[in-house]
Every structure is written in C-alpha cells, then in structure tokens.
C-alpha cells in the first residue's frame, strides 16, 4: 500500500508540475498577442483543455508503470512459489507443495494479470516466431556458407587436378630427356669401348709382334752361341746320357749348357733386383731357351710379368 500511495502522489506532482508549465506559457502567449478580452479567453481555454488531456494522459501511463510494476512482481512471486513447490514435490512433501502451487494461481487470477498473461502469451509467440524466423535464416545462411565451400572445395580440387597434370607433363618431359641422354651416353660408351678394344688389339698386335721379334734374336743369339756345341739344350744331353751315361761328348755339353743357364739366371736376378722387369724377362727367357723346365726362369718370369701389369695399371 505504501508504494501504490507513492505513486498516486507522485502522479498528482506531475499534474501540477504540468499544469504551472501550461499556465506560464499561456501568460507569456498573452503577453505577446494582443490583449482583447476574447484573444485571452481563447488562448487560455485552449490550454486549459491541452493541460487536462496532457494530465489524463500521464495519469493514464503512469497507472499502466504501477501495474506492470505489480505485475512483475506478482510474475516473481508466482515463478518463486512454483519453483519452491516442485522443489517440495519432489522431495516427497505433497501438501506443501499444494500449499505452494495454489498461492501461485491465486496470484495469477488478479484482474490486472488477464491482460499481461495476454501480452506475456503474445510476447512468447512473437519470440517464438521471431526464434524460428532466426533459426530459418540461420539454417540458410549456413546452406549458403556450405554451398560456398563446397564451390571452393570444387575449385581447390579443380586447381590441384591442374597442377597435377602439369607436374606429370613435366616429370615426363623429364623422363624422356633422361631416357635420350641415357641412349645417347650408351651410344658414345659404345663407341668408346669399340675405340678401346681396336686400340687393345692393335697394342696387343704389336706386342706379339715385338715378342716375336725378340724370340727371334733370342734364338738367332742362342745359334750364335751354342754354335759349335753338337746339342742345343739340356733336355738333348739328358737323352743321350740316358742312352749311353759314359758319353764324354753329351756330358761336357750339359756341363758348358748348365753354366750357361747359370749365367742368365744370375744375370736376370741382378736385373731383377733392379727393378729392370723386361730386361730380366728376357735373360729368364734365354735360360728357357736352353732349359725348358727350369723353375727358377718359370717363377721369376711370372713375377716380372705381375710387376709390370701392376706398374701399368698405376
């Protein structure tokens, strides 16, 4: 009750308020216009008719404040009253809960709720449609957004499919200059190795031909110094001495052919040691010529050749 009486007079406090504002501007009206008994009637008339439906008006909307401020608080009372009888209810307290759930209709069955349940309702339905009305253009607008990514996606794809053809295009173009440069290094190695090999077997040609030439002079220097002897090799003195061991001819000739051997083993050795390979091949090959088996010539030779093959390969 003390607040309904606060609000009457601060109702009749603006009324008055409003009814000084419309009197001062009617006297500075009057001052101003002509002072005619029936210019000040109307003009005072007038505002005294403007006054009262301004004073009705706010009379009029500030009862509507108070009963929407009522209202509200009768709303809080009914939601605190619900609230506490569920909460009752469910704690296994039925009467109590009742107790709680009628106050809160009772609340509600006030005159002055009929009309803000009424605007509560058609407020809830506007939200609700104004909910959906969101929800509609949200669901659009992210079908718009996915049909966008889609379309870029498609794009992206389009674009990764393009450089991909591209790059294959090039790795191709690549694959084929390899597969040319790789013939034609075949080719030319080709050539090379057929370039070497003439040139092997002219070297070799004329290696045999060199060696030839050598075991001609070897032979012809062997006739020269043999000349006079009646056998040439040791393997002739051995044939006779075994057919006849008294044969005094036979055996100083393989005594004369031994010390010959000798002297081209010693002489080999020397050059041998002096690293001079081919010059000691042909002192072993020269005691060869007079004594086919001897080992030390066969050994050393072979030894000599390996010095050489290494000494070229270096």
């Not at 075949?186 to 003439?198: G, L």
């Not at 050489?308 to 270096?314: D, E, I, M, P, S």
């Amino acid at each position: 009750m003390i607040k309904i009486k606060s609000g009457l007079e601060m109702r009749y406090f603006a009324a008055a308020a409003m009814f000084i504002f419309l009197l001062t501007s009617a006297i500075s009206v009057f001052a101003e216009e002509p002072r005619t008994k029936k210019g000040f009637t109307y003009n005072l008339k007038r505002l005294i008719d403007e006054a009262k439906k301004t004073v009705k008006k706010i009379d009029d909307e500030l009862e509507k404040e108070e009963i929407e401020k009522r209202n509200r608080q009768r709303e809080a009372m009914v939601k605190e009253h619900f609230e506490k009888g569920e909460t009752l209810y469910r704690e296994g307290k039925p009467k109590e809960a009742k107790k709680e759930l009628l106050e809160a209709i009772r609340i509600t069955k006030d005159p002055e709720m009929k009309s803000y349940i009424r605007n509560s309702e058609r407020s809830m339905r506007k939200e609700e449609l104004a909910r959906r009305k969101e929800e509609e253009e949200g669901k659009r607008r992210l079908k718009a957004e996915r049909k966008e990514e889609e379309r870029l996606e498609r794009e992206r794809q389009r674009q990764l499919e393009k450089q991909r053809k591209v790059e294959e295009r090039k790795k191709e173009e690549e694959a084929k200059k390899q597969k040319e440069e790789q013939k034609r290094l075949e080719a030319e190695k080709e050539k090379t190795e057929k370039r070497h090999k003439k040139r092997l077997k002219k070297e070799k040609t004329a290696r045999l031909k060199k060696a030839k030439e050598k075991a001609k002079g070897i032979k012809k220097d062997l006739k020269l110094r043999l000349k006079g002897l009646p056998f040439r090799t040791t393997e002739e003195c051995l044939v006779v001495l075994g057919k006849n061991p008294k044969d005094k001819k036979a055996f100083d000739n393989l005594v004369e052919l031994s010390q010959l051997v000798n002297k081209h083993l010693k002489k080999g050795k020397t050059l041998y040691k002096k690293r001079k390979w081919k010059e000691a091949i042909t002192e072993y090959r020269k005691a060869l010529a007079i004594d086919p088996d001897n080992k030390d010539a066969i050994y050393f030779i072979k030894k000599a050749n390996a010095k050489l093959k290494r000494l070229k390969n270096k």
